[in-house]
């Protein structure tokens, strides 16, 4: 780390660009003093107000989704898991979800894939880093959204046909532990990720940490640019307005050359101070910032020339290189135009495989605002799973991905080990078939069906 690091100056106070974050920096633990704790018959409860205000526990805490006999029975339900990894062992209610999968939500990622077009494009190393961390940055608007997304179905699948000149394919490759893969690509690049959550329910509130690996290829140079992204914390999940922040460190690296970008999302402070806010720098091999950077990852991002102090270049001045694109007003799920497309059967394929996430009867259900439908449905698909896992054990066969293979390499993550799955390169061989296909089947009346065992779709 280079001795001007932001982190080094905020907390020594001293002068410079990131001098002004000083103060976000050392309200680290704000947010913490503005929660409540022990209110009377709920003792271990936190509920904190982002925007600080002097409103007492029990107001904030009868605010939000829930009504207050579903509150208070969650609350008493889920007090025993404290301090565990949730991700797979609770049955949660469809009233906290959000019709998408997170198979879809991967996909989220592609919206402002332009910006790996351009990072593949220019001769600049650094601008290369600032594209692609800008890239990187710029699905958080989307990861603040405060609903669940369903958990796939192992073998689950989802489908995203050349729409932004980009095709995506992700799988669901293991149950337990829940393990997702995905693959992108277009002229410009390759996107490939394996990713494993891991949390941690701490009463009202969950810490999500993203045990993953994300890797892009851009095609030009042969550069591969790797990227470890903050951990997530979802306040109020139970009483009070659930909202969530990222804080911590972005860190990409390029693999190639040696330089990174490290960026600093600040936590949210005192009356809402430094949320959003997101700073740091360009670094080359030698860990000299050559680039700063700073936005909001809910708005906009802008870098600018730097010296070897971190001071911006006389004659230089902030460029922005991404802004977030107009949204829908009152979204009931805050979707970006992106989130809809994505959930159509507009980027679908000519052919889609009957595994899409699109076909979920559970996810149709609540996006057609029946909740009790998507309820029953979505139990109905949990205990088919199960079916289906007694019927593979009984057969003494193990379940095997289609799209992607598990390697040998074993990566470490801040937050445990990953084991890492490759696309095979089979998917591209399905696609070229189906789409010289004449089937002109709706794709709306496909029954879904993930299932190894074909008796398991009836």
């Not at 958080?140 to 699948?157: H, V």
């Amino acid at each position: 780390m280079a001795p001007n690091d932001p982190k080094n100056a905020a907390g020594g106070g001293g002068s410079g660009f990131f001098a002004s974050i000083a103060s976000s920096i050392s309200s680290l633990g704000s947010a913490m003093t503005k929660s409540v704790n022990g209110l009377v018959g709920y003792e271990g409860l936190e509920v904190i107000n982002p925007e600080g205000s002097t409103e007492d526990a029990a107001e904030e805490a009868n605010r939000g989704r829930w009504k207050q006999e579903d509150r208070d029975g969650y609350w008493k339900m889920m007090q025993k898991y404290i301090g565990s990894d949730v991700t797979s062992m609770v049955t949660l209610p469809v009233i906290i979800f959000e019709p998408m999968t997170m198979l879809q939500k991967m996909a989220e990622l592609m919206e402002y894939s332009h910006l790996l077009d351009m990072a593949d494009k220019t001769d600049d190393p650094y601008m290369r880093m600032v594209y692609a961390s800008s890239w990187a940055i710029s699905v958080y608007y989307a990861f603040q959204r405060t609903w669940k997304p369903f958990n796939p179905i192992l073998g689950e699948t989802y489908e995203m046909a050349n729409y932004n000149r980009v095709n995506f394919i992700s799988e669901q490759v293991s149950h337990h532990p829940p393990m997702s893969a995905g693959h992108a690509e277009n002229e410009h690049f390759t996107y490939d990720c394996t990713s494993k959550l891991k949390t941690k329910f701490l009463g009202n509130s969950i810490e999500i940490y993203p045990v993953g690996r994300t890797r892009v290829t851009l095609k030009r140079d042969g550069v591969v640019l790797d990227l470890v992204p903050p951990l997530t914390k979802v306040h109020n999940l139970i009483f009070g307005r659930t909202w969530v922040d990222s804080p911590g460190e972005m860190i990409m690296t390029n693999l190639t050359t040696g330089d990174k970008v490290v960026l600093y999302f600040q936590p949210c402070g005192w009356f809402g101070s430094g949320r959003y806010e997101v700073d740091g720098y360009v670094y080359n091999a030698s860990e000299e910032p050559k680039i700063l950077m700073t936005g909001k990852w809910n708005e906009s991002m802008s870098y600018q020339q730097c010296d070897g102090e971190g001071e911006p270049l006389p004659g230089t001045e902030l460029k922005e290189v991404w802004k977030l694109a107009d949204v829908p007003k009152d979204d009931k799920y805050q979707y970006t135009h992106f989130a809809h497309k994505i959930n159509s059967f507009d980027t679908a394929p000519k052919k889609l495989m009957p595994s899409d996430s699109r076909l979920r009867p559970d996810r149709y259900a609540l996006e057609m605002g029946d909740m009790s439908k998507s309820g029953n449905e979505k139990s109905s698909l949990e205990e088919r799973q199960r079916a289906e896992k007694r019927t593979r054990e009984e057969k003494g066969q193990s379940f095997t991905p289609k799209w992607f293979d598990i390697t040998e390499e074993v990566t470490p993550t801040p937050w445990g080990d990953l084991e890492v799955y490759q696309f095979n390169g089979k998917y591209l061989e399905h696609r070229e078939a189906a789409d010289k296909s004449e089937d002109n089947t709706d794709l709306k009346s496909i029954p879904f069906n993930p299932w190894q065992f074909q008796d398991m779709s009836t």
